[in-house]
């Protein structure tokens, strides 16, 4: 069965810094591309970013909303999705949730952004 | 950046009904179009990938049709566990991008 468990969100003040990790089991996390995409309190979807598989060289693609503040990340030796989140924004405040090739969905941690 | 025009916004149904929710896609996306369903405080689950195929475990309801900029989600007959909201989402091109959602509720 695939896995996909968020964690590290919480509470943190406009200008911070925070990380998430997705951890990943039930699947050969290494062979496929990760997804985070978030949802604002109330809002609809929107996606932030993939990162490919090692056969695509880790290639990255994000949104222009993130872009340069925002990093993703994998490790494929312990199976582990990152968002590496700074700068950020009281608009980032938003539920964040990993997802395997768009298919599979973690169940998304809470970040806000708030002094 | 391709925009997801997604209809209505919200709609109001009854068990039973059949129901349609439209995704139009400002340029051609092929067949790359995929249709979710969330349930309040919950992730959401992918129902129809690749415009028409149907996600396993899915119940058969549930149909996607459509290529190119127009694309359909059709439920054959709405069930209590089906209130929820849908959105559509188009992987042809980055960024990916989601339609606005529907919202659909017990008449």
């Known amino acids: 069965e695939v896995q996909l468990v968020v964690s590290g969100g919480g509470l943190v003040q406009p200008g911070g810094s925070l990380r998430l990790c997705c951890a990943a089991s039930g699947f050969s996390f290494s062979d496929h591309y990760m997804h985070w995409v978030r949802q604002a309190p109330g809002k609809g979807l929107e996606w932030v970013g993939l990162?490919?598989?090692?056969?695509?060289?880790?290639?990255?693609e994000d949104a222009a909303s993130v872009k340069g503040r925002f990093t993703i990340s994998r490790d494929d030796s312990t199976n582990s999705l990152y968002l590496q989140m700074n700068s950020l924004k009281t608009e980032d405040t938003a539920v964040y949730y990993c997802?395997?090739?768009?298919?599979?969905w973690g169940q998304g941690t809470l970040v806000t952004v708030s002094s | 950046d391709i925009q997801m025009t997604q209809s209505p916004s919200s709609l109001s149904a009854s068990v039973g009904d059949r129901v349609t929710i439209t995704c139009r896609a400002s340029?051609?996306?092929?067949?790359?179009l995929g249709w979710y369903q969330q349930k309040p405080g919950k992730a959401p689950k992918r129902l129809i990938y690749?415009?028409?195929s149907l996600q396993s475990g899915v119940p058969s309801r549930f149909s996607g049709s459509g290529s190119g900029t127009e694309f359909t989600l059709t439920i054959s007959s709405l069930q209590p566990e089906d209130f929820a909201t849908y959105y559509c989402?188009?992987?042809?091109?980055?960024?990916?991008?989601f339609g606005g959602g529907t919202k659909v509720e017990i008449k």
């Open positions: 990162i490919r598989n090692k056969t695509k060289s880790y290639t990255i």
């Open positions: 690749a415009a028409s």
């Open positions: 989402l188009q992987q042809n091109s980055y960024p990916l991008t």
């Open positions: 340029q051609d996306i092929r067949n790359e």
């Open positions: 997802s395997r090739g768009m298919g599979d």
